[in-house]
């Protein structure tokens, strides 16, 4: 069994919730094998991502995008909970780069709409190509600042590998969520995202862990909501 498989086999059985969404398994990693094909091929040119083999880039880059899915999941359904109405839910990948997190997501969650942002042309067109190779229907790609991507229309705005929060960028972020949206930010250590957080005083936030099969590293989402 390849790393791919053996994790996504792990975090099926870590989280009843992903293992609901993930009801393919073989088609799934079907999917994110062609997405790691194109990262291999483009990254040398364009330097979508830090890895030095094949193995790092599954680990750190796509189980470990794919690893919070059922916290993400809930987070969304916690929105519409008391609705009786199924939503198409809308999700946006900030500075989305190499298309991480948001390709895995929207794989694994074809029933929601997402709209990768990114400002560099080269990275964009990485991502438009991506999107026809997998013929993922269910993503959009925005190419531009994010300050200038589409305002007030998403229930969830993600991202990782982004530099350290700062009042004016959450701000930024929370102009892109509905009324109620929220911000889930990919992080690391706890003393780390405590010690950023002291800056935002109000703030309502918390942090979820997660664990990475095969990373021996502490995950955290940060999860941000409106005062």
């Known amino acids: 069994m390849d790393f791919l498989t053996e994790g996504l086999d792990h975090l099926c059985?870590?989280?009843?919730?992903?293992k609901s969404l993930i009801t393919n398994t073989e088609d799934t990693c079907s999917l994110l094998n062609r997405y790691i094909n194109e990262i291999e091929l483009f990254n040398p040119a364009y330097g979508l991502?830090?890895?030095?083999d094949n193995e790092e880039l599954i680990i750190k880059h796509i189980l470990d995008s794919l690893a919070p899915l059922g916290?993400?999941?809930r987070l969304l359904t916690s929105l519409r909970q008391n609705s009786g109405v199924t939503f198409q839910y809308q999700i946006a990948d900030a500075g989305s780069g190499a298309g991480l997190p948001g390709i895995?997501?929207?794989i694994a969650m074809p029933q929601c709409e997402f709209t990768?942002?990114?400002r560099m042309g080269r990275r964009a067109g990485f991502l438009c190509n991506t999107k026809g190779v997998l013929s993922l229907s269910n993503i959009t790609v925005e190419e531009s600042e994010?300050?200038?991507?589409?305002?007030?229309?998403?229930?969830?705005?993600?991202?990782?590998a982004?530099?350290?929060l700062e009042p004016k960028l959450l701000k930024t972020l929370f102009n892109l969520c509905k009324p109620d949206g929220i911000i889930a930010a990919y992080?690391?250590?706890r003393e780390k995202i405590e010690s950023e957080m002291k800056a935002f005083a109000g703030t309502q936030w918390e942090m979820i862990p997660y664990s990475v099969p095969f990373l021996e590293e502490e995950r955290h989402v940060l999860v941000i909501r409106r005062r």
């Open 13 to 18: 059985k870590g989280d009843p919730q992903f």
């Open 49 to 52: 991502v830090g890895a030095a």
């Open 71 to 73: 916290i993400i999941f």
């Open 104 to 106: 895995p997501l929207a």
């Open 116 to 118: 990768l942002i990114e």
């Open 146 to 160: 994010i300050e200038k991507a589409p305002q007030g229309r998403f229930d969830l705005v993600t991202f990782r």
């Open 162 to 164: 982004f530099k350290p």
């Open 187 to 189: 992080k690391g250590r």
